[in-house]
């Protein structure tokens, strides 16, 4: 089912029983399973998979030959480099069905993450998280977190706007939007707000 002004490119399947938002956009041979939920003005690029079940927010941007499979949950503006690689199972086997195994992958509100990155099954990328190009993510990130290397680790924290923030005494400053964040012992919070993201 597609909403009104969805783009298929004619080179793409979308099973019946899929969803597409409004405006939509499928690229070049992509494959999108029946089950999967396609959120309003997101895109896939070239070669794309979306397997059953898989939830997309509004606003995603996948970019070119990333497969999402079963388990994975992308919110609203979220970006995924060409490349990246989602897995759902920790230990596969061909010979031994491990479906009733899948891991849940959820991907959080505005998070980034860099070309040819891989996540493994299980994690949670907080909101407006930032994964490295190349990176391979074992465990969770937290909220605003820069992750990079292999396996991934914390490397600072970054704005709204995807700018690394330096922190003094605690706070620190958008350098872009000039939106002012405090460090606490949770993490990375937002104290003042001066635009919408993308604004």
């Not at 999402?68 to 503006?77: K, R, W, Y």
């Not at 920790?90 to 505005?110: C, D, Q, Y």
């Amino acid at each position: 089912m597609a909403e009104p002004n969805t783009v298929i490119h004619p080179t793409s399947v979308v099973d019946p029983g899929a969803e597409l938002g409004a405006e939509a956009h499928v690229w070049h041979f992509c494959h999108v399973m029946a089950g999967a939920r396609i959120g309003a003005r997101s895109m896939l690029g070239q070669g794309c998979f979306v397997g059953r079940g898989v939830r997309i927010g509004s606003g995603v941007r996948v970019q070119n030959h990333v497969s999402l499979f079963e388990g994975v949950e992308l919110e609203d503006d979220v970006f995924v480099g060409p490349g990246v690689v989602f897995t759902n199972v920790v230990n596969p086997r061909a010979s031994i069905p491990k479906k009733s195994e899948f891991r849940r992958t959820l991907v959080r509100r505005g998070a980034t993450i860099g070309a040819n990155a891989t996540i493994l099954p299980g994690v949670v990328l907080g909101e407006y998280s930032f994964v490295g190009a190349g990176a391979v993510v074992c465990d969770d990130v937290t909220d605003h977190a820069l992750v990079v290397g292999v396996p991934a680790r914390a490397s600072g924290f970054v704005s709204r706007h995807g700018e690394r923030l330096e922190f003094r005494d605690g706070l620190a400053a958008c350098p872009v939007t000039d939106e002012r964040y405090a460090l606490t012992g949770n993490g990375v919070r937002l104290i003042d707000a001066r635009t919408e993201p993308g604004a």
